[in-house]
């Protein structure tokens, strides 16, 4: 790109489709009861999930003079976490979230996330409503949705039982269908069950319609609970155009399990020669005071935008990416 290329990658008309985006957001979320919250994006601990990379800050100053260490969220989760043990009731934020060793055609170090929080919510109701917003956003008010799950995905796709496949196993399957760089790979279960996902199922997903897939491997529960058969997790996602665009939750409250899980990425980080994350006692504190039963979800707005305008890079729907920075 030129030096003197000053230009913002979205067109006029790419910034107009993005204003009336959050202004639909926020008149439905207004319309439905449901309360805009900030919390920071920069913080002294962050999200421990091996796969995201958080971008560090340091603050020096009034109050920490010998200077702070300080991540950029990778989601604003916790901040809304404690709202909601605070007795906030049903919230929503449309911010920006902030991720390292991301970028692409799909991705930017830092993008736009659309996140909420429904009290009372089981998974049928929260993608019901992630249906209804990823409608509103991408102007398709009659599409179709279709429910998946990521075990009979696996199945009917690529013949492969989740719960009966070991890793060797796994990466064989990779191997045949020719992913590229499959066989010299080192990854775990979960890393080839990923891989498999996204090279050989996502591209297939949502191409007429929304497709929900949902019922994840425990493995790959996060802040999710387990669901009662113990093997998958209360957890979505949605695709559409063969683009991943949200993640849902039926959130874990407990307390001495979150804090299990958050011991459990950092052992994987040091396993993979990743630096430990802070654990964030004061989300551990708000979940033992009382997080409410509560399903929640994470949207990428950057993402929506691009399948509403037809674009295939998301640099044409920011103003900045991070190549013209």
Known sequence: MPVEDWRPGASLHALRARAITLADVRRYFADAGVMEVETPLACSTAGTDPGLQPLRASYAGPVFPNGRALYLQTSPEFGMKRLLAAGTGAIY?????????????????????????????????????????????????????VYESYAGLFQSVLGIDIFDSSAEELQAQAVRHLVLGAEGMDLDRDGWLDLLMSHLIQPQLGQDRLCFVTDYPASQAALARLNPDGRTAARFELFFSGVELANGYHELVEPDEQAQRFEADNCQRRGRGLPPIKVDRLLLGAMQHGLPDCSGVAVGLDRLLMLRLGESDIDRVLSFSLQRC
């Open 93 to 145: 934020q449309i911010c920006k979230a902030f991720r390292n060793a991301e970028a692409g055609r799909l991705h930017n170090p830092e993008f736009s996330m659309l996140e909420w929080y429904r009290p009372g919510f089981d998974l049928a109701e929260m993608m019901q409503e992630v249906g209804t917003i990823a409608r509103l956003a991408l102007d398709l008010p009659e599409l179709e949705a």
